[in-house]
């Protein structure tokens, strides 16, 4: 669910990335869990992830690999997400599919996302 859900919300969303700058941080808590997260290199752009809740800890890099191919835009992600449950220990290990902008230059942009997802426990 922590894997898919992060793509839920790119159906509209073909515009330029937020950009933040290196050190740059982003904080947030709720009732049962924290999350930050921080911009730790700008030249490329990575950013790292963490979230400790009740019952799990999450944590993952962004990386990004692009390619322009003329009238689209390829993103490979480079990082990995990690997902351990905190009473068993049980540790969950994933990448993500490569994403794409098309229709850069003429048309309706959307974003398509393909190739595999591989989980490892």
């Known amino acids: ?21 290196l050190g740059e941080t982003f904080e947030m808590k709720s009732n049962n869990w924290k999350y930050i997260s921080e911009q730790v290199s700008h030249h490329p752009p990575i950013s790292a992830a963490y979230v400790d809740a009740t019952g799990y800890e999450l944590w ?5 690999k692009t390619k322009f191919w003329g009238k689209s835009l390829e993103f490979k992600p480079l990082g990995g997400m990690h997902f351990k449950f905190k ?5 969950f ?6 994403s794409a902008c098309q229709n850069i230059i003429i048309g309706s942009m959307y974003i398509d996302h393909n190739g595999d997802c591989v989980v490892l426990n």
């Open 1 to 21: 669910a922590f894997l898919i859900a992060q793509y839920g919300g790119t159906q509209f969303r073909c515009s330029k990335p937020f950009n933040p700058v």
């Open 60 to 64: 993952m890099n962004s990386h990004l």
């Open 87 to 91: 009473d068993n220990d049980h540790h």
């Open 93 to 98: 290990v994933s990448n993500r599919p490569n």
